[in-house]
Structures are given as structure tokens and as C-alpha cells.
T-cell receptor, first 114, second 111 residues
Framework: GAGVSQTPSNKVTEKGKYVELRCDPI?????LYWYRQSLGQGPEFLIY????????DSGLPNDRFFAVRPEGSVSTLKIQRTERGDSAVYLC????????????FGPGTRLLVL | SQQGEEDPQALSIQEGENATMNCSYK?????LQWYRQNSGRGLVHLIL?????REKHSGRLRVTLDTSKKSSSLLITASRAADTASYFC???????????FGAGTRLAVHP
């Protein structure tokens, strides 16, 4: 594809519900990242995949958050028992493998937990 | 935790003027990147400068890096209304691919 795509673009859910956010990276990019951005702040790192494996999940805030990338391409970020504090824009990015390459971001999913 | 801090937090200029934004960071890095964000959605990669580089140009953008001071600057020359956006610097933490962002500079360019 031309760029990173994310679905849905907006998601409204109720406190306590389960949500899945999807990211489709640029074709050929082996590295994939999830970030979370709150209003007025810069993005905060959540998790980084190299291929199918999570190389660094140190940014996941707690065990309600989980992400997978089973075939090394599309990734899904899963949030269980959502809380109002989870409301944010969730951004996905991808890059060519190797340290120090530019990351290309998708348009984000705006999650609102009521 | 945030590594980079942009300065100023907000900048308002007229079209045609130059805009300078600064970024400071705390730890050793492999590279530093600048991104632009419109309307709080996807970030657009502008430029990447490696730790062994001191200056880099891309069109109307000029980035400098001073690793001894742990700081970088982004200069946009001859600004246009379309440059209105938030600008973020992002660094690695010296080892991995994850980026650590500052809170950004909100630039407003008035026609």
C-alpha cells in the first residue's frame, strides 16, 4: 500500500468493553510500532515489533493492553476492560528493519471511552 | 517519560518569516528525527539526523544537532500558511528503534 493505514479511524466504546485497533504497515517494512497520544502531548511509545515478535513492549501501561502481529504484517492492538483514561489517539508506525530508520505513521485511531 | 523538550511551546509568525524551533534531550542517541502533525492526527516524517552529523537540509528545512549540548534545532525558511502545524522532535534512547517524543511546538503561520 501507499502508506500505513489504521482502522477504525474513530472508536467510541463504553467503560469496561473490549476494543481492537488494527494497523496495516507499509509493504516490506519489518518493524512496526504502536504509540498513544493524549491531547496536547507528544506520542508515547507502547510496543515495537520486529517481524512477528514483540521486541520491546516496555511501554504497555498494564496487562489490559496486548498487541499481536501473527504474520509479520498487520498488527492488532487489543485493550481489555477499557477505562476512561484509555481515551487517546492510538498511532501506528512502520519502518524498514534496522536501527535508525525513519518511522512512517498512520492517521491514527481516536478512541473515546465513555 | 519524555526525553525531548521543544522550545518554544508555541510560535506565531507571518508568512515569509523564518521559524526556529529547538529541542533538548537527556540521554545519548543514535539519531534525532523531526515530525510534523496536522490537526492531531498522523505524523509526517520531515528529516532524520544521525549523531555523527551536525547539519542537514531538506528543501526549506534545516536541522542542526549539537550532541555536546544534547540539543537540536529545526529552521523553516520562508514560511507559508501551510506550514501551520505542531512540530515534534523524537530521539531513540541509544539502543532501540522506539522513539521518544517531546510535547511539540505549535507553529501558526499567518497570511
Amino acid at each position: 500500500g501507499a502508506g500505513v493505514s489504521q482502522t477504525p479511524s474513530n472508536k467510541v466504546t463504553e467503560k469496561g468493553k473490549y476494543v481492537e485497533l488494527r494497523c496495516d504497515p507499509i509493504s516490506g517494512h519489518t518493524a512496526l510500532y504502536w504509540y498513544r497520544q493524549s491531547l496536547g502531548q507528544g506520542p508515547e511509545f507502547l510496543i515495537y515489533f520486529q517481524g512477528t515478535g514483540a521486541a520491546d513492549d516496555s511501554g504497555l501501561p498494564n496487562d489490559r493492553f496486548f498487541a499481536v502481529r501473527p504474520e509479520g504484517s498487520v498488527s492488532t492492538l487489543k485493550i481489555q476492560r477499557t477505562e476512561r483514561g484509555d481515551s487517546a489517539v492510538y498511532l501506528c508506525a512502520s519502518s524498514l528493519s534496522g536501527t535508525g530508520t525513519a518511522q512512517y505513521f498512520g492517521p491514527g485511531t481516536r478512541l473515546l471511552v465513555l | 517519560s519524555q526525553q525531548g523538550e521543544e522550545d518554544p511551546q508555541a510560535l506565531s509568525i507571518q508568512e515569509g518569516e523564518n521559524a526556529t524551533m529547538n529541542c533538548s534531550y537527556k540521554t545519548s542517541i543514535n539519531n534525532l528525527q523531526w515530525y510534523r502533525q496536522n490537526s492531531g492526527r498522523g505524523l509526517v516524517h520531515l528529516i532524520l539526523i544521525r549523531s555523527n552529523e551536525r547539519e542537514k537540509h531538506s528543501g526549506r528545512l534545516r536541522v542542526t544537532l549539537d550532541t555536546s549540548k544534547k540539543s537540536s534545532s529545526l529552521l523553516i525558511t520562508a514560511s507559508r500558511a501551510a506550514d501551520t502545524a505542531s512540530y515534534f522532535c523524537a530521539t531513540d534512547d541509544g539502543g532501540y528503534n522506539k522513539l521518544i517524543f517531546g510535547a511539540g511546538t505549535r507553529l501558526a503561520v499567518h497570511p
